[in-house]
């Protein structure tokens, strides 16, 4: 019934997309977006797939981690500071694009394909599908997503929506933000058939998955594969357990570095208003802003601002 709801609320997205897809039609089906906002986004459930950076992140040890400081006055020499300038900002050293929860554009492997910053601005919101495999990962750490378990999701479901974004639920992150997630050699991944058969057999936008590469192959085969297709892909992706399979949406954000081979994402998942996790924004304030109960101040010792 939660699923029925919402995909009638979301009708009028649906019918929006269409007219504008439909080159052929002479007539274009009028939506008002406001008013889809505010029938069926305005009340639903919000959820962060997306993990935080910081320095204490896994990483993969050949970028190594990301190093955090105070943003220096470049007359001066002197950290700006909240009681000499009014005002702080952060200098970062970032030793790669491809930090905690991000995007791979395929130039990424393959410069003859778009960078992030050539990605297309409709990557920007899309029906979302997650499908798990925590189940085998139990017996079998090194599991790898095979067709049939697509197939088995599908049977429940309904076929895999065309332009869909597929998120690979293995659990994985549940010790994130642990170092030793980084040097995992045997991890859960997604088999070289199943990504042919989500790309060119259900011609999905893009997958992602919670850990830091997509199969634990020696040449990555499907990572290979994926980049030297033109296809995009998300990685260490958080969550998931706290999504619905079938019926909510993700919304795409990422950085726009020109000539960039990945790009710091930020994916929320959009739910059915009576889904368990989540918030809605009638459940939080957001303009303005609360105080928070503990002032922001750097700890060299984390190196990176906490709360205190």
């Not at 009638?8 to 089906?29: D, G, N, Q, R, Y």
Request: hydrophobic content about 40%; glycine content about 6%; proline content about 8%.
């Amino acid at each position: 019934m939660k699923n029925i709801t919402f995909s009638i609320l979301l009708l009028p997205v649906a019918l929006f997309l269409t007219s504008c897809a439909s080159k052929s039609s002479k007539e274009h089906v009028k939506v008002d977006l406001w008013k889809v906002y505010e029938n069926s986004f305005k009340n639903a459930k919000y959820v962060d797939l997306t993990h935080t950076v910081n320095p204490q992140i896994p990483v993969w040890e050949g970028f190594g981690p990301p190093v955090f400081g105070p943003a220096m006055n470049a007359a001066t020499s002197k950290p700006y500071s909240y009681k000499d300038d009014g005002f702080e900002a952060t200098r970062y050293i970032l030793s790669s694009d491809q930090l905690g929860t991000h995007i791979d554009a395929p130039a990424h492997w393959a410069p003859e394909y778009p960078a992030i910053d050539e990605l297309p601005a409709t990557y920007a919101i899309r029906p979302l599908v997650v499908i798990s495999i925590a189940d085998r990962i139990g017996q079998n750490p090194n599991y790898h997503l095979k067709v049939d378990d697509i197939l088995r999701w599908e049977k429940t479901n309904g076929v895999i929506p065309e332009g869909s974004v597929v998120f690979i639920r293995s659990d994985w992150s549940q010790t994130w933000p642990s170092p030793t997630l980084a040097r995992q050699r045997l991890f859960p991944g997604i088999s070289l058939d199943a990504l042919k058969f989500l790309h060119v057999d259900r011609k999905i936008l893009m997958h992602g998955h919670e850990p830091l590469d997509t199969d634990s192959t020696p040449g990555l085969d499907g990572e290979y594969w994926l980049m030297h297709n033109g296809y995009a892909q998300a990685e260490a992706i958080a969550n998931l357990d706290k999504v619905p399979e079938k019926g909510a949406l993700v919304i795409i954000g990422f950085t726009k570095f020109q000539g960039g081979t990945g790009g710091y994402a930020r994916f929320i998942a959009v739910c059915p208003p009576d889904w368990r996790y989540g918030v809605s924004s009638s459940e939080v304030k957001e303009s303005p802003l609360p105080k928070m109960e503990k002032i922001l101040m750097w700890d060299f010792n984390q190196g990176m601002r906490v709360r205190k």
